[in-house]
């Protein structure tokens, strides 16, 4: 038989520090609660009908009563009964569940009513029992056990389908007494933790279990019923709880269980093919009572006030799809009567072959003796053979009919002749496969070789193919360039001629500062240097410093030395006196030496001796000094200077002749 989960819908009173408004208002009489619409500027209200609803002035006795007590009675007749709490946090979650010591929870009260139902009846036929059990970063934990011993507790199945946890502690109770001494006690255990909304917010989903065993003597049968009661942990919102990184790492466990709820919900109600119990431990636990084969009950907790206007809708539509979720309530019970015992027949060893003795010895008692010529009938067996004594045709008494051959004889060996038929069939049967699945593998990978030669093949006839046009193309670009650079250099030198000297030294000294350029930078191009230059020296022909620059840059090139050190030995040479040269033990006198000396033999081989310049006092040797600093300060500097006296004299001309 169906039964659909019924939900109950509680609001809990105002708190000190909160506002009163009537953003979420309760109809206990109709049974429906109406929340303001939380969109800005928005008047109506969204209205939802409940199997009871609770105002703020409901007390635990009312809900106890009304939704929770009928549950007992299915419990002793073998059901399973799940009521648990729902809602954003601080909603009164634990309070409804638990209670105080002035007002009772559910369970206080289901465990009082549970033992008072026992009294009433044979004490020896009912037992009760308690567990108790929480899911903390979806990690389950005993809390009847201490929680520095409590390992984390893994969920099974057992052969009928049912989920257990496995190892969780159970716990015989007599009296409320003894549950009470129990369960103040694991309560203790239980995490919990302080937030901007709670004081004691609970960290975890708690869940006790009353078992209630009953013995059917009469029927021969145990019933076993059970009553869930779980406190689920409220949805947090961050921005309001003030969590700290160890409270969001908690929360999030939290919100995530409470989605995959609302998942499983959202597929019981769609009818969808997989229902994600198996994603969270909290609905691996609660399978039985959503979709089961359990009677359940949801009590929604509410908040009031336009702050929690937003969860209270939330809360309210999951309680909307959970109500639509049927269940299949099954009795537990089990049969105590002994099990029966087989029938002789079934239990009666087989009859075993006989012997080869044993086959001849019942041949001849068969044949009755027909063998030594006796006439006389024997007995065959246990009774008289009535077909020894007919008579032949001869006159004489016919032999018995031999026996006929047993059937269970030899019967083992048939069949053993048999099975390794069958096993050397299937093995050769299994080889022929084999072997054609081998010759198709290699068939195959043949064919893939050959056809990555062939792709091969083609891809190397595109290259060189490739290769060849680009090799056209690049011997056409260099004959291009070989005739555009003929016909620069042409059209330079005869630019060069055409050009005024001022305008000709003003494009030496561009190309002469492009030269530098490629000089100066971390890894200097001797060649690129030396090809503006060689440009400059076309508009400059008679400028000897730019000419002494690329001898020496020639020199540089062909030998394979730093163009700034033969830069420095030739300045070395014209600026320092060897009468006040480093004493003649110092490594920098050797290096200007052999500096020296290595200027000299490149400018003989390209223009002859440089002239020896006179000894100059400490303060030309300072100027001479802060001039080797200056790598370049050569051709630049004289061009500048010679285009500076051109102009100087172009301008004394004009005025002369003005």
Not at 283 to 288: E, N, P, S, W
Not at 359 to 364: D, W
Request: aromatic share 4%; charged share 30%.
């Amino acid at each position: 038989m169906a039964a659909k989960v019924k939900v109950s819908a509680r609001l809990r009173p105002f708190v000190n520090n909160e506002t009163s408004d009537d953003a979420v208002i309760v109809n206990p009489e109709e049974g429906t609660i109406s929340i303001s619409n939380p969109r800005p500027g928005a008047t109506d209200r969204f209205k939802f009908s409940f199997t009871s609803c609770y105002d703020q002035s409901a007390t635990q006795e009312e809900i106890f009563m009304r939704d929770v007590q009928p549950l007992i009675e299915h419990a002793f007749n073998g059901l399973v009964c799940t009521v648990f709490a729902y809602g954003v946090t601080s909603s009164g979650k634990t309070h409804t569940i638990q209670g105080n010591v002035s007002e009772p929870g559910i369970i206080p009260r289901v465990v009082k009513a549970i033992l008072e139902r026992k009294h009433l009846m044979d004490q020896g036929s009912v037992s009760i029992a308690v567990s108790y059990m929480e899911i903390y970063k979806d990690d389950v934990y005993d809390l009847l056990v201490a929680r520095e011993n409590a390992p984390k507790l893994p969920i099974r199945e057992d052969m009928n389908g049912k989920i257990f946890v496995a190892n969780l502690s159970e716990k015989s109770i007599g009296s409320f007494q003894e549950f009470d001494r129990i369960y103040s006690h694991a309560c203790k255990s239980r995490s919990t933790g302080s937030t901007n909304l709670n004081r004691a917010s609970s960290r975890s989903h708690a869940l006790l279990t009353l078992t209630v065993t009953k013995l059917d003597v009469s029927a021969n049968k145990v019933l076993i019923g059970k009553v869930n009661l779980v406190d689920l942990a409220g949805s947090e919102n961050n921005k309001l709880t003030g969590n700290d990184p160890s409270r969001m790492a908690e929360s999030s466990a939290i919100n995530k269980s409470l989605t995959v709820l609302g998942q499983v919900v959202h597929a019981l109600n769609t009818g969808a093919s997989r229902i994600p119990y198996r994603d969270s431990k909290l609905t691996r636990i609660l399978q039985d009572a959503l979709g089961g084969s359990s009677i359940g009950l949801l009590i929604c907790n509410l908040a009031p006030g336009v702050k929690f206007r937003q969860d209270t809708l939330n809360t309210l539509n999951f309680a909307t799809r959970t109500k639509q979720i049927e269940n299949r309530p099954v009795v537990n019970e089990r049969d105590t009567r002994p099990a029966a015992k087989p029938h002789f027949a079934a239990a009666a060893p087989a009859r075993a072959p006989l012997g080869p003795r044993q086959s001849a010895a019942h041949a001849r008692i068969s044949m009755g003796g027909a063998g030594t010529g006796s006439h006389i009938p024997k007995l065959n067996g246990f009774g008289y053979n009535p077909a020894s004594a007919r008579p032949s045709l001869g006159g004489q008494f016919a032999p018995s009919a031999p026996p006929k051959p047993d059937p269970l004889e030899n019967l083992e060996e048939k069949i053993t002749k048999a099975v390794q038929q069958e096993v050397e069939r299937r093995l050769a049967e299994r080889e022929t496969q084999e072997r054609q699945r081998i010759d198709e593998l290699e068939r195959l990978e043949r064919e893939r070789t050959a056809e990555l030669e062939r792709q091969a093949e083609e891809q190397r006839a595109a290259l060189m193919k490739k290769h060849d046009e680009l090799n056209k193309l690049l011997k056409k670009t260099l004959r291009k360039a070989e005739k555009e650079n003929q016909r620069v250099s042409e059209g330079d030198s005869l630019e060069a001629k055409v050009l005024s000297p001022k305008t000709a030294k003003r494009i030496a000294m561009s190309y002469v500062s492009l030269g530098r350029a490629y000089l100066t930078t971390k890894q200097p191009d001797y060649s690129e240097a030396l090809s503006y230059w060689q440009k400059a020296e076309g508009y400059v022909p008679d400028n000897k410093a730019l000419k002494k620059r690329i001898a020496e840059l020639q020199i540089a090139i062909r030998e394979g030395i730093p163009f700034r050190m033969l830069k420095s030995a030739r300045t070395s040479h014209s600026v320092d006196s060897p009468s006040v040269a480093s004493p003649s033990g110092s490594r920098d006198h050797k290096e200007s030496q052999r500096l020296r000396l290595r200027h000299r033999k490149a400018s003989a081989k390209a223009k002859g001796e440089l002239v020896q310049t006179p000894s100059p006092s400490k303060k030309k040797r300072d100027a001479a000094k802060q001039q080797k600093e200056d790598v370049f300060l050569d051709s630049d500097e004289e061009m500048e200077a010679a285009c500076d006296e051109e102009s100087s004299k172009e301008r004394a001309t004009s005025e002369m002749l003005a």
